[in-house]
């Protein structure tokens, strides 16, 4: 089992930062590919990017490349997603997602991930 528990939510004017932390708990956490997703008010929630185990791959959403970078810390157990020059549609909870690979690999896809944290809002106002 990995529990997952994301911080660094808030609000925030357009044009700002925030930086997302993704705390991970049992098992190895530099097994697990790393995921971010969000899900706004009446719409599904939607991948905005994902890091493999060893930090070499990543990948992020069309909407938000150039403007989010993930990344990891391996020794402390931790995945971040720094968030920059925020728009209002950004505004949404964001959750963290988790999954054993036994290579190094790196998905966007929702039902790939089987541990999920219980996710943090980020609301960016105009």
């Known amino acids: 089992q990995v529990q997952l528990v994301e911080s660094g939510g808030g609000l925030v004017q357009a044009g700002g930062s925030l930086r997302l932390s993704c705390a991970a708990s049992?098992?190895?956490?530099?097994?697990?590919?790393m995921g971010w997703f969000r899900q706004a008010p009446g719409k599904a929630r939607e991948f905005v990017a994902t890091?493999?185990?060893?930090?070499?791959?990543?990948y992020c959403a069309d909407s938000v490349k150039g403007r989010f970078t993930i990344s990891r810390d391996n020794a402390k157990n931790t995945a971040y997603l720094q968030m920059n020059s925020l728009k209002p549609e950004d505004t949404a909870v964001y959750y963290c997602?988790?999954?054993?690979?036994?290579?190094?690999?790196?998905?966007?896809?929702?039902?790939?991930?089987?541990?999920w944290g219980q996710g943090t809002q980020v609301t960016v106002s105009s």
């Open positions: 890091i493999s185990q060893s930090g070499g791959k990543t």
């Open positions: 997602a988790a999954r054993y690979f036994s290579t190094d690999y790196a998905t966007a896809l929702e039902n790939d991930y089987n541990y």
């Open positions: 049992g098992r190895t956490f530099s097994s697990y590919v």
